[in-house]
């Protein structure tokens, strides 16, 4: 495996929404997201991971949220290109469009639908990464893509690319994650994509979270992984109990519809606007569940009646 810098690619990756304006994507609203996790402390960005809708967007409009990441991160913190698609010719001209556009690594997710055996899973991402000379890390999402990679399908990868330098594992199973440290080495980084599952992931070695609720409040996702860079477990814990209900309330409904509300009542957001075959949340009673979530984590005031 390629040698990378120390702190690059770990810590708090958030994978941002993509906010939608009268049905287009709206490039200004999404600068100033990634503004916002430069200032408030995530370690690094993910344009267009499942978070930000992709199956719903051109891939112009894909292309046109990295290029305003980049712009508006400016420097200051890593932009992750997620670039997988459920076909190869489109995934191969992201992955390119990615390394050309200035992007400083790509996450490419199993083909979803499909149901690839794993040999298939081996020559897909063997063919991907060997058009880049970007870190790739692999996207494991079974619960979407209704395919899981196995430890040894991702060392077989690994010894014909060595720029795959980790792996996106949104799944319960944390057995892999030990299991891909012993194999490939404690530098290869493996990032949590199960909210609920950051801090034990990160226990047993994980380099670091793509956490939803990192668009929510990003600073506290960030000291979450700080806490456990330093050993601090006792903090750690904390922030986990102070994010866990919020990581819970994602999942209300299909990510990121409660998140987009979410932010929407935070001001993050100017529309409540996901695109088809997603609908926004219209019911009072979720509505107020997810008010209350925001209310006890300190983001939201309660309103009073005088």
């Known amino acids: 495996m390629i040698t990378l810098k120390e702190n690059f690619l770990r810590g708090s990756y958030p994978p941002l929404i993509t906010p939608f304006r009268d049905g287009r994507v709206d490039l200004s609203a999404f600068g100033e997201l990634v503004d916002r996790q430069a200032r408030e402390g995530s370690h690094g960005v993910v344009v267009a991971g499942t978070t930000g809708e992709p199956s719903s967007l051109t891939l112009q409009e894909r292309k046109d949220l990295l290029q305003t990441a980049l712009q508006a991160a400016a420097g200051r913190l890593p932009v992750v290109a997620a670039t997988g698609s459920q076909s190869y010719v489109e995934t191969a001209e992201l992955t390119c469009h990615a390394e050309q556009a200035g992007a400083d690594a790509v996450l490419v997710v199993t083909p979803y639908y499909i149901k690839p055996p794993q040999q298939g899973l081996v020559d897909y991402f063997v063919g991907i990464g ?3 000379s970007l870190p790739l890390l692999i ?10 990679i196995t430890a040894p399908a991702v060392a077989k990868i690994a010894d014909q690319l060595p720029h795959l330098v980790g792996m996106k594992h949104a799944a319960t199973d944390l057995e892999i994650i030990t299991e891909l440290l012993n194999r490939l080495g404690n530098e290869f980084r493996v990032f949590c994509g199960l909210e609920a599952l950051s801090l034990p992931m990160l226990a047993i070695g994980a380099a670091g979270v793509m956490n939803a609720a990192g668009n929510l409040a990003p600073g506290r996702v960030a000291e979450l992984c700080n806490a456990m860079g330093m050993s601090d477990l006792d903090r750690a814990r904390r922030l986990h109990v102070e994010l866990f209900e919020l990581n819970r309330a994602i999942f209300l409904d299909t990510n990121p519809i409660p998140l987009k509300y979410m932010m929407s009542r935070l001001g993050l957001l ?3 606007e996901v695109r088809l075959p997603l609908v926004p949340i219209t019911d009072q009673e979720r509505k107020r569940i997810l008010d209350e979530v925001l209310e006890q984590a300190g983001l939201l005031v309660k309103e009073t009646t005088a």
């Open 139 to 148: 996207y494991n999402i079974p619960g979407r893509a209704a395919v899981s």
């Open 270 to 272: 100017g529309r409540n």
């Open 130 to 132: 060997r058009l880049t």
